[in-house]
């Protein structure tokens, strides 16, 4: 079965940085595309970013366009997230999803946990001063 493990969440003050690892496992994971969504303290699912399977394509959404860094290494099956300048609103639990495709999607809106089929099981990022 298909698996997806985050690790380097933490406790952070407002303006640090953080990097997420996703393990992927139990498919071919350069066949797709995948994505980061967070949790919001208000219960929000917020898509995040995205990246096609080879790599080359990325979407992000505005509240961390120009913050954030999405990137993938095919070779060992890993998924990153750079976050930079956190802010307080950047808390929540940050999970790594599958798409259901090779191809990359930006999406302007709440997602639904039924949305994707294959999430991981969350790293908490708490920024506060």
């Known amino acids: 079965a298909a698996q997806l493990v985050e690790s380097g969440g933490g406790l952070v003050h407002p303006g640090a940085s953080l990097k997420l690892s996703c393990a992927a496992s139990g498919f071919a994971f350069s066949e797709y595309a995948m994505n980061w969504v967070r949790q919001t303290p208000g219960n929000v699912l917020e898509w995040v970013s995205s990246?096609?399977?080879?790599?080359?394509?990325?979407y992000y959404a505005d509240s961390v366009k120009g913050r954030f860094t999405i990137s993938r290494d095919n070779a060992k099956n890993m998924l990153y997230l750079e976050l930079n300048s956190l802010k307080s609103e950047d808390t929540a639990m940050y999970y790594c999803v599958r798409a259901t495709s090779a191809i990359a999607f930006y999406y302007d809106a709440p997602v639904s946990r039924s949305r994707f089929a294959t999430w991981g099981q969350g790293t908490q990022i708490t920024v506060s001063s």
């Open positions: 990246i096609n399977n080879e790599g080359a394509i990325t």
